[in-house]
């Protein structure tokens, strides 16, 4: 199970970081079009990019966590042994992490369900039609930093335990 986790969270990851490449590529074509070409802006591509930014930062979240890419406050964790890294990082999991995004996915559910119940769409006219699909990125987020969390909380337990 844990490796299927990993699995998914790596492939997410990877998916959502060639979003960076189109994100770029479509606002090229957006500035372009409103300033060397005065054609009016359309309004499913400036949304595309808003899209593709959250797909990218939320499902990025997990990603990072994996690989130990978040920012951290180092100015004391440097100087732990690697036994006081690992409490700290279970320590941090537990107390903050896990807890935080419980409380998202919970809170989260009944914005994204009354959202699904009327399909929602965007408030522009030409905007993309999925807001409902958007939204539902925020509680699934949350369940995969939970799951990656508990993955790594059993690493850290590991290497207390090898030590």
């Given at each position: 199970m844990?490796?299927?986790?990993?699995?998914?969270?790596?492939w997410t990851?990877?998916?959502v970081?060639?979003?960076?490449?189109?994100m770029?590529?479509?606002t090229?074509?957006?500035?372009?079009?409103?300033y060397?070409?005065?054609?009016g802006?359309?309004?499913y591509l400036?949304?595309?990019?808003?899209?593709m930014?959250?797909?990218?930062?939320?499902?990025?979240?997990?990603?990072?966590?994996k690989?130990?890419?978040?920012?951290?406050?180092d100015?004391?964790y440097?100087?732990f042994?690697?036994?006081g890294?690992a409490l700290?990082d279970?320590?941090g999991?537990?107390?903050?992490?896990?807890?935080?995004?419980?409380?998202?996915a919970?809170?989260?559910?009944?914005y994204?369900?009354?959202?699904?119940?009327?399909?929602e769409?965007?408030?522009?006219?030409g905007?993309?039609?999925?807001?409902y699909?958007?939204?539902?990125?925020?509680?699934?987020?949350?369940?995969?930093?939970v799951l990656?969390?508990l993955?790594?909380i059993?690493?850290?337990i590991?290497?207390?335990?090898?030590?």
């Open positions: 844990k490796v299927l986790l990993e699995s998914v969270v790596e990851g990877k998916c970081s060639w979003l960076l490449l189109l770029a590529i479509v090229v074509i957006v500035v372009t079009r409103r060397i070409f005065h054609a802006g359309e309004i400036q949304e595309s990019v808003i899209y930014h959250a797909l990218v930062f939320m499902f990025g979240l997990s990603y990072s966590m690989h130990d890419g978040h920012v951290r406050v100015l004391f440097s100087r042994s690697p036994r890294k700290v279970i320590a999991h537990l107390l903050f992490l896990i807890p935080t995004s419980l409380v998202i919970i809170f989260s559910w009944e994204v369900v009354a959202s699904w119940k009327v399909y769409g965007s408030r522009e006219v905007g993309i039609p999925g807001v699909l958007l939204k539902t990125v925020i509680p699934i987020t949350a369940i995969l930093l990656q969390s993955i790594d059993s690493r850290r590991a290497d207390l335990r090898n030590k």
